[in-house]
């Protein structure tokens, strides 16, 4: 589910919440860290499930309209096609799905549907719900091409559910746009036999590298500090943006403690980070710091690279 640069962002984040409140406990940290990480599974649960709440009320809601002592020939003989949907009922059915949903305790839906009836008014107003539901037969390829572009166009820009999901959880801010393209390339793909819920890491040595780069940069951050304080000449050390020195102390800590990791790769991952959360001359700043160190540390042996092409 995490690529490289979102665990380097979660680390990054977790070494200015450490700055912020004065703590110096590694242990509480990583912890920290590991319940960041982990809850990026919960977010990807809750949206993910929110497909099958959504066919769900709809389904309660038809039933109780056939039901009403003065129903309508339309709510008697209604048109069931959303609720039907193969993709949406083979979610629903799923049992990776429903596994991982009682595993984690998932059940913000069911605890707080204010937000699916209000999605639901949505979806039913929309021109590409009311397209597909006026098709004489659909394929399967349209049934699944249609939940794929209801959760692109409606559910993942809906305002209501990120006011939710940034309520219920803030460090799921940066957090959502990977899940979503998660889920929307998994529903573009979706087969029913396929189909499981995506670990957090793609292997072991993904979720070694997130408590590793945090350890080892923060028990020497003195030392990668000093690496750079003498090589800012038009820039007053004091006043360095903190997620500027951040990025720089983990970006030295990768080129001295991570052998197998490219020098360029390092760099550019580490200005990718600058340009998102920093000041907007953060990246030249870190940029011109970065080459002369590679340099200085290739000249002294300092940086060791494994392998070809690390460099």
């Known amino acids: 589910m995490l690529n490289r ?39 990807y649960l809750i949206l993910l499930s929110s497909l099958v709440e959504l066919r769900k009320k709809e389904a309660t809601y038809i039933e109780l309209a056939k039901n009403k002592h003065l129903a309508t020939p339309e709510e008697r003989n209604p048109n069931t096609r959303f609720i039907n949907n193969t993709v949406l009922l083979a979610l ?35 021109a590409l719900y009311q397209k597909y539901m006026g098709k004489p037969t659909v394929t399967f390829e349209e049934e699944r091409f249609f939940v794929m572009d209801l959760f692109t166009e409606i559910i993942a820009p809906n305002e209501k559910l990120y006011a939710y999901l940034e309520d219920f959880k803030l460090t799921w801010v940066d957090d959502i746009p990977v899940v979503n393209t998660l889920i929307q390339k998994q529903l573009r793909h979706f087969t029913s036999e396929e189909f499981r819920v995506p670990k957090i890491f793609k292997d072991a040595e993904d979720a070694d590298f997130a408590v590793d780069l945090l350890r080892k940069t923060l028990l020497n951050e003195k030392e990668f500090g000093k690496e750079f304080e003498n090589k800012t000449p038009n820039w007053d050390l004091e006043r360095i943006a903190e997620l500027d020195t951040i990025i720089l102390k983990m970006a030295i800590c990768e080129f001295i403690k991570f052998p197998s990791i490219p020098a360029k790769v390092t760099i550019n991952e580490y200005l990718e980070l600058a340009k998102e959360y920093s000041t907007p001359k953060s990246s030249l700043f870190i940029n011109g710091i970065l080459d002369n160190l590679v340099k200085e540390f290739q000249a002294n042996g300092k940086m060791k690279k494994a392998g070809r092409g690390l460099l």
């Open 5 to 43: 640069r979102h665990i380097r962002i979660k680390v990054m984040q977790t070494i200015y919440a450490m700055h912020q409140s004065g703590s110096d406990d590694l242990t509480k940290q990583e912890k920290f860290l590991k319940a960041s990480l982990d809850n990026i599974l919960d977010l």
């Open 92 to 126: 629903e059915n799923n049992p990776s799905l429903q596994q991982a949903l009682e595993y984690n305790h998932i059940n913000n839906w069911q605890n707080n549907d204010d937000t699916i009836i209000y999605m639901l008014q949505d979806v039913k107003n929309s």
